[in-house]
């Protein structure tokens, strides 16, 4: 359906989203001249400055009392995330007055205020405030004011000129829809895009009351998103924004090939005119301007809409088929049930990969908990003949032959994924009627806030309550110092007293950041307010679980305030240290306790007067890191870290494959690139690599193993044991080892680091003593040039194989020893020998394999060659005669598989894991530059600058 908005931009470049009028509101919902306390059911929806509805705040009902020259109006909403309204920009400094929420029984939230009667109509911009004290400002939303006045819209490209009455003005990225003459039905057609580089193959247009969509195919699968403005538009936008493509469909060209392209459903505003659309490559990242154009003249009918477009499908029970256009994401059986124009789907997948769904994008999912849809259980089907089991979901279904943007949660990787689900009209099967006891039937509860929302103009009007609820009295900021919880004497001695005293005038503050590590990561723990009250800094933290009883800190017992979905405790703490508490849960009937340690930063509080700007940073995904960057790349310049001020970098002349920056406290932030000039650099992977990886990760999920189902159920924190915790910590470490860049936190000896750092990066505690070495290159630099030999506990080649000399002596006097090769680790001996450190050559990297007779084969006759391949062939063992006979994709994907089991193994062991790239640098000099790494890590730094500036002066005098 199109987007029933448009964006307008005044002089000032603020953007506007007015909803376009589609028919005059009953009179009941139009302010007028007269008032009435009767409260109506109103549209008045949070948009994003695409008009589209911000999922993650969805308004569930509002209701509106008009005063004459004020309106009242109550807004409800079952999002737990947000507690508070700004109405203004995200960049004012001061964000007051504020609409304190009140919460609701399901822990959502109402708010209730007045505005002016001659607003009713307008846009204005909105800002959210969150629980913890802090303010979404992502990206600019707006609040849509009920009522009819429209807005004076001049989007001219000249500001002075006013357009025609009777004219639609253009908006910037698309023409202005005006009624489509085209009757209702579903038409081919073709568009014209004048890039070579960018071909539309196949157009299908759905028209519906003067509203068109179209599904196009473009002519080749390098695009992986559309964008419905400019490129510059599109990188400012959240993806949200961004349209992604639905699938593949293949389409023979004119000289009868076949060839496959990605499709994607666009909104269309007008036809014979260019759309502005940007497309994005995913190869290089990258957006270009782009324009579709669809041809009325080229229009043909094809087929009429489905009877039941109108979602008016006959009360009853249907088997029904569902596409979703990925191959790691099928729904094997639909079972839809229709009642009174409302359909919910009882679907089963093709396994047990995946145990949440969400009923929007996966950047919204990991950020709205209170939405996810858990599984019904598992279904059986049958394929091939074989029975075959997969997990059920009960969701609830907007429209039919539509894409429902739905977002799936693997039970593995615990990520999520994007997907859509199309249930097609065509496919329904009446299979029985509504029971005649229906009303005694469980059913799902549809709740509006979870189904995806295309434009405001859609937004479901839910009628009013007989019995209206009363106002809130609007509440101020929350400024109020808070008093500590009640408290007994904790004689079990499980925290000991803390420094509290700070210089901080009394008063409430807000934190710069807060991390804690400990338990699962099912619960999280939050920090809104520090209150200083006679020179003691006191912590208002909640857990976001109602079942916390009591948190033990400061020596003593504190007994928790219960509200809503939270227990809230205000305890002493130390600002900007680590702060040890254990929380006691009854969520599995019997009390637990749970061990944490919490960082709350407060840079104003720090000794010395420091103003590290010590904050907590949003992910991708909508998580909370504690670094400001992600793994994708090299870091150009320091990256922020919460608890940690910045000094200095040490500056790089000549090696490409590491970072390094240096904080307080002597910490070191040291960054390895894992992929570049490898089988795995994103600059190199091409469409079939991706899709080869797209398949892998869909077995892996898909056939998730019934353990990894197990451990995904247990939600709760009490119930883990410490094992199973610790085995959450070691999936992590090894999702950090598979990224892009491995990013490592070299900490000195004594020094506390924040709690919750080690979740974004490997952290190497100094001083290390006993190492396992299973790169030469290393070695050498080791050995020869640090004298750090006596920190080698164990290598990666036998005695008969090492080439350096002392080392070989070491192993023959028995004080080094031989702990498996780089690619068969003998992980018992490590233990054995208390390996607290592993350093692997660049070989083990995936798609990296060097063939180390490349520089003696020049220099062989062919005579020699002969007879030595011979002499290899014959010394070649199975499993090398078997590699050869896999393709290039088999052996990377074993490679990938041997990297992943390796940092697993290595992560439950506690052993961290760098790999020696220095053999990859192209230059002598970029390859001894490693000796800055090992100069830090074991301790000799200034004697490894020392060295290294000999060797540059020694080139530079040859």
Not at 324 to 330: S, V
Not at 541 to 570: C, D, L, Q, R
Not at 847 to 855: S, T, V
């Amino acid at each position: 359906m199109a987007d029933k908005t448009v964006t307008i931009h005044s002089t000032a470049a603020i953007p506007t989203v007015t909803p376009e009028p589609t028919e005059p509101p009953a009179p009941s919902e139009t302010p007028g001249d007269d008032s009435s306390e009767t409260p109506v059911s109103v549209e008045a929806p949070v948009v994003k400055d695409n008009g589209q509805a911000f999922k993650m705040f969805l308004i569930s009902e509002a209701t509106m009392i008009n005063k004459g020259d004020k309106l009242v109006l109550t807004l409800k909403t079952n999002n737990t995330s947000f507690d508070k309204l700004y109405f203004g920009n995200n960049d004012d400094l001061a964000k007051a007055p504020v609409i304190q929420g009140m919460q609701e029984a399901n822990d959502g939230f109402s708010f209730a205020f007045e505005v002016d009667a001659d607003k009713a109509g307008t846009t204005v911009p909105i800002v959210l405030g969150k629980k913890d004290g802090t303010w979404y400002t992502k990206q600019q939303l707006y609040f849509v004011i009920p009522g009819t006045k429209t807005p004076d819209v001049t989007p001219t490209p000249e500001p002075t000129v006013t357009p025609e009455p009777t004219e639609t003005p253009a908006p910037t990225a698309t023409p202005t829809p005006e009624p489509s003459k085209v009757p209702n039905g579903i038409y081919s057609g073709t568009a014209e895009t004048g890039a070579q580089m960018f071909k539309v193959v196949a157009v299908e247009l759905t028209v519906k009351d003067g509203d068109m969509k179209a599904k196009i195919t473009l002519s080749g699968v390098a695009y992986d998103y559309l964008y419905m403005g400019t490129p510059e538009e599109a990188a400012a936008a959240d993806k949200s924004a961004w349209i992604a493509g639905i699938g593949t469909a293949d389409y023979t060209t004119d000289d009868g090939q076949t060839k496959t392209g990605m499709q994607y459903e666009i909104p269309v505003a007008a036809l014979d005119q260019p759309l502005t659309v940007a497309s994005h490559s995913e190869k290089r990242d990258k957006w270009y301007a782009r324009t579709i154009t669809i041809a009325s003249a080229s229009l043909k009918k094809t087929s009429d809409l489905p009877a039941d477009e109108t979602n008016k499908i006959a009360d009853g029970i249907y088997e029904a088929t569902a596409e979703t256009g990925a191959a790691m994401f099928k729904v094997v059986k639909v079972k839809l049930t229709a009642k009174d124009g409302k359909m919910t789907a009882l679907i089963t997948l093709s396994g047990v990969g995946y145990n949440y769904l969400y009923l929007g994008t996966a950047a919204d999912a990991a950020a709205d908990e209170s939405a996810w849809i858990a599984s019904k259980g598992e279904g059986e089907y049958t394929l091939n003949g074989e029975t075959k089991t997969g997990l059920q979901f009960e969701i609830p279904v907007e429209a039919l032959d539509q894409g429902l943007a739905v977002a799936a949660h693997a039970v593995k990787s615990g990520k999520w994924f994007d997907r859509t689900i199309t249930i097609a009209s065509s496919s329904l099967k009446k299979t029985g009627d509504l029971p005649s006891d229906d009303s005694n039937d469980p059913k799902p509860t549809l709740v509006p806030t979870k189904t995806p929302t295309v434009s405001p103009s859609e937004t479901p009007v839910v009628k009013p309550t007989s019995t209206p609820t009363p106002a809130p009295t609007q509440k101020p900021a929350d400024t109020k110092p808070e008093q500590e919880s009640k408290y007994e004497s904790d004689l079990s001695g499980g925290t000991s007293k803390v420094d509290s005293a700070t210089t901080l005038a009394d008063g409430v503050y807000t934190p710069d950041g807060f991390s804690f590590s400990g338990g699962s990561g099912k619960v999280t723990i939050s920090c809104s307010k520090i209150t200083v009250t006679n020179g003691q800094a006191y912590a208002t933290i909640a857990f976001s679980s109602p079942y916390y009883g009591y948190v033990k800190a400061n020596g003593n017992k504190y007994m928790a305030n219960v509200s809503g979905g939270s227990s809230i405790f205000t305890i002493p703490v130390e600002l900007n240290k680590n702060n040890t508490i254990i929380g006691m849960t009854t969520r599995m009937s019997v009390a637990h306790e749970i061990s944490y340690n919490i960082f709350i930063s407060l840079a104003a509080a720090k000794k010395g007067g420091s103003t590290s700007s010590s904050t907590g940073f949003v992910k991708a995904d909508g998580t909370i890191s504690t670094i400001s960057t992600d793994n994708s790349k090299l870091d150009t310049t320091a990256p922020e870290i919460m608890g940690l001020e910045y000094k200095a970098e040490t500056k790089l002349a000549y090696a490409e494959y590491f970072k390094m920056y240096h904080y307080d406290e002597g910490i070191t932030l040291l960054e390895i690139d894992m992929t570049k000039d490898t089988e795995r650099d994103p600059e190199k992977q091409n469409e079939d690599d991706k899709k080869a990886e797209d398949t892998d990760t869909a077995a892996a999920e898909d056939t998730a193993a019934a353990t990894d189902e197990e451990e995904a159920a247990a939600a709760s924190d009490s119930k883990k044991t410490s094992t199973e915790k610790a085995k959450d910590l070691t999936e992590k470490t090894k999702e950090l080892y598979e990224g892009n860049v491995v990013k490592y936190l070299i900490v000195p000896k004594d020094v506390e680091i924040p709690a919750g750092l080690d979740k974004d990066m490997i952290v190497i505690q100094l001083p290390v003593e006993k190492t396992y070495v299973a790169s030469e290159d290393a070695l050498k630099l080791l050995d020869e040039q640090l004298d750090a030999a006596e920190s080698i506990k164990a290598v990666g080649m036998e005695q008969k194989d090492c080439q350096i000399e002392n080392i070989a002596k070491a192993m023959e006097d028995k004080k080094i020893s031989f702990d498996g090769a780089f690619d068969d680790l003998d992980y018992k001996a490590l233990v054995k020998d208390e390996i607290d450190f592993a350093i692997l050559p660049s070989e083990f990297l995936p798609g990296n394999a060097k063939d180390e007779e490349d520089a003696d084969a020049a220099d062989e006759t062919a005579d020699t060659k002969a007879e030595d391949q011979k002499d290899d062939k014959d010394d070649k063992t199975t499993d090398e005669k078997a590699d050869e006979d896999k393709t290039p994709e088999e052996l990377l994907k074993e490679e990938n598989e041997r990297l992943s089991d390796t940092a697993e193994r290595l992560a439950t062991l506690t052993i961290p894991m760098l790999v020696d790239r220095s053999a990859d640098e192209k230059t002598d000099l970029a390859k001894a530059e490693w000796l800055k790494v090992y100069g830090v890590i074991f301790g000799c730094e200034d004697q490894a600058n020392e060295l290294f500036q000999q060797m540059v002066k020694a080139e530079e005098n040859k």
